[in-house]
């Protein structure tokens, strides 16, 4: 589903030239509002960036309804969509849009939850935040046949080849940095 391993996950849109710059296609769009995120997103696409919008996070845009998701897809028209509510999941997908759902795994308990919830949503990808459980990565893997995206605390190349090796698809995150670093791209940490 997605085009390498490094997603890069652009939560500060005064990043966007570096990330429209940079050697990655797949970008995780984590603000905006309904009145600037058409041009944000197609500007993004303009430079073949692959677009997942975090839904949940836009201003402006009651994504959970069929209508607030309908605008998402016809007026903004990322790729597809970031959500940890369902009702978003299952209406992005009616709409033709890919879907990520983003889960945040703080016990057990959340993490059965989470595998019940996936498993009825049936979304392309699952984002497991936070990244730094290779363990929990490994389980996924097994009980989901989804793509698992490991997200969250990203901070060095081992954090990066931990998660991969666990059995992660991609690794989310905004310290670009270290995804240029493997990429032998210059950029340094900010």
């Known amino acids: 589903m997605f085009k390498e391993h490094h997603i890069t996950a652009l939560t500060d849109w005064s990043n966007h030239e570096e990330c429209m710059n940079s050697p990655f296609k797949t970008v995780f ?9 058409p041009e944000r997103v197609f500007r993004l696409q303009q430079k073949n960036k692959e677009v997942y919008l975090h839904v949940d996070l836009i201003s402006g845009v009651q994504a959970q309804s069929i209508e607030g998701m309908t605008y998402i897809a016809e007026v903004i028209q990322p790729d597809g969509i970031i ?18 759902q983003r889960i945040f795994l703080i016990d057990s308990h959340a993490l059965n939850k989470s595998i019940e919830a996936c498993l009825k949503t049936k979304p392309d990808a699952v984002e497991a935040m936070p990244a730094l459980m290779p363990r929990v990565i490994k389980e996924l893997k097994e ?3 989804f793509p698992i995206v490991a997200g969250g605390l990203i901070r060095d190349q081992a954090e990066v080849d931990a998660a991969l090796e666990a059995g992660a698809t991609a690794v989310s995150g905004s310290y670009t940095y270290v995804f240029y670093k493997k990429a032998g791209v210059g950029h340094e940490k900010r």
């Open 29 to 37: 769009l984590l603000n905006g509002t309904m009145l600037d995120l």
């Open 83 to 100: 959500s940890t509510k369902t009702q978003a999941i299952n209406h992005a997908k009616k709409l033709g849009l890919k879907t990520v």
């Open 143 to 145: 009980k989901l046949p």
